[in-house]
C-alpha cells in the first residue's frame, strides 16, 4: 500500500519575498529536501499560473514573490539549468512577466523565460515544447475558485502546459466539469510534475478564476501530490473534497489522494490532522459553490440538463465591448456574439455555449457573471 501524501502548510501572512523564501525553503525540509525530488544535472521548467495579464495586486497569477523565493533557493541549492513560463488564455507569458515585474526576477536569477506557443503532439496532448524538452516541472499554482471545477490549485494549473490554441480545442472535446477532470489527470500523469508549490496567501473566491475577490488565507501549500494539495485546500475553504471532480478522478486514477486519512499534514510545529489545520488555518467565509450533486446524474443527462446547470452572463454596467470574450470562446461558429453591433455588449447562443466558462475566465473587466 502507498504511503501517505505529505503536505507541507506554511503560515504566511505576507508577499515580503524574505518571508515566502524562508517558508518555502522550510517547506522543502518538511518534504525531504531538494535533492530528493531532483538531480543536479536535470533541466527545470517552472510552471506558474500566469493565465492573463493582470495587476499584481489582484489575486488572478502566481505571485512573483513565490517564483523568486523558488528561483532563489534552486540557484542556492547548485541547480543550473531552469526555465519559466506558462501559455495564456488571452497574450503572452512574457506580457503578464513584464507587467508585474517578473521577467526582473527571472532575469537577477539567470532563468530563461519559455515560450509555450509553439507544441509538439505527445500521445493525447499538443504539449508546448518546453514542457515536453524539461525533466522535472515544479508546479507553482494558485488558489482560486473556478466556476466549471469549482477550485483550481495544483491538478488544473497544468493546463497551461498544452500549447496555444489547443487549450481552446480542448475545452470543446471535454467538454463537461466529470470529463475535463479525467483529462487533467491523465494531463498530470503524462508529465508528472515533481513539486507543487500552491500561493495561498490571498487566494481568490466568487467569481474565479480572473474575475472574483482577493481572499486572505495566509498559507502555503507545498507537496508531491498534486491531488493531496488541492484536497487540503478544500478542508481549508469548508468544501468538501469529494466534490471537486479532479479530487475524485485523481485518486481513482492513480495521481494522487483526496481521502483525509490518506494525507499527512506536515507544518513548522509538527504534524497535525485534517481537523486541526481547518481549525487553526480555515475560513468558512470563503465564497465558492458548495452544492452537492450526484455526478453520474449530470453527467448521464448533460444535454437534457443544460437548462439547469451553471451558465455564464453579461454583467452590462461592467461591459467593454472590447471582445475578448468572443475571441475566446472555442464553439465552432461562437456561443456568443456582436448580434446587436459593437455599441452593445454580446449576446449568449445557449444553445451552442458548452458551459467551459472560457468567456468569464478571460474577461479582463470582471463583466461576465455565473448563474
Not at 514542457?131 to 499554482?141: F, T
Request: neutral net charge.
Amino acid at each position: 500500500m502507498r504511503e501517505r501524501s505529505k503536505v507541507a502548510l506554511l503560515f504566511c501572512d505576507s508577499y515580503d519575498s524574505d518571508q515566502v523564501y524562508r517558508k518555502i525553503k522550510k517547506g522543502m525540509e518538511l518534504l525531504g529536501g531538494w535533492e530528493k525530488l531532483i538531480e543536479k544535472d536535470e533541466k527545470i521548467l517552472l510552471k506558474p499560473n500566469l493565465v492573463r495579464k493582470a495587476p499584481v495586486e489582484r489575486p488572478v497569477i502566481t505571485h512573483p514573490s513565490i517564483v523568486e523565493a523558488t528561483a532563489r533557493l534552486l540557484r542556492e541549492e547548485g541547480y543550473e539549468k531552469i526555465g519559466c513560463g506558462d501559455s495564456c488564455g488571452v497574450g503572452s507569458a512574457a506580457k503578464v512577466m513584464e507587467e508585474t515585474g517578473m521577467d526582473a526576477i527571472l532575469d537577477r536569477y539567470h532563468i530563461t523565460m519559455e515560450d509555450f506557443n509553439q507544441g509538439t503532439q505527445t500521445g493525447e496532448f499538443v504539449l508546448a515544447d518546453p514542457v515536453r524538452e524539461s525533466d522535472a516541472l515544479i508546479n507553482l499554482c494558485k488558489m482560486k475558485t473556478h466556476a466549471l471545477e469549482r477550485v483550481t490549485g495544483g491538478v488544473k494549473n497544468l493546463y497551461g502546459c498544452v500549447s496555444g490554441l489547443h487549450k481552446a480545442q480542448g475545452h470543446t472535446k471535454y467538454s463537461n466539469a466529470d470529463s475535463f477532470a479525467r483529462m487533467l489527470i491523465r494531463l498530470n500523469m503524462e508529465i508528472k510534475p515533481r513539486l507543487c508549490i500552491m500561493d495561498g496567501i490571498v487566494a481568490m473566491d466568487g467569481n474565479g478564476p480572473t474575475s472574483g475577490d482577493p481572499i486572505t488565507m495566509n498559507v502555503i501549500l507545498m507537496s508531491t501530490d498534486p491531488v493531496a494539495a488541492d484536497s487540503v485546500f478544500c478542508h481549508l475553504v469548508h468544501l468538501d473534497p469529494e466534490m471537486v471532480p479532479t479530487n475524485v478522478h485523481g485518486q481513482k486514477m492513480g495521481l494522487g489522494f483526496w481521502e483525509k486519512e490518506k494525507i499527512c499534514i506536515l507544518t513548522e510545529e509538527g504534524e497535525i490532522s485534517m481537523e486541526e489545520a481547518v481549525e487553526k488555518y480555515g475560513n468558512k467565509d470563503y465564497n465558492v459553490d458548495r452544492r452537492k450533486v450526484r455526478a453520474t446524474m449530470w453527467n448521464q443527462l448533460d444535454f437534457l440538463m443544460k437548462p439547469f446547470q451553471k451558465k455564464p452572463y453579461i454583467l452590462t454596467d461592467k461591459c467593454r465591448k472590447c471582445g475578448v470574450c468572443v475571441e475566446s470562446c472555442p464553439v465552432e461558429g461562437k456561443a456568443l456574439s456582436f448580434e446587436k453591433g459593437r455599441n452593445n455588449p454580446p449576446v449568449y447562443h445557449y444553445r451552442k455555449c458548452i458551459r467551459c466558462f472560457c468567456c468569464q475566465e478571460m474577461c479582463p473587466f470582471q463583466a461576465i457573471g455565473v448563474r
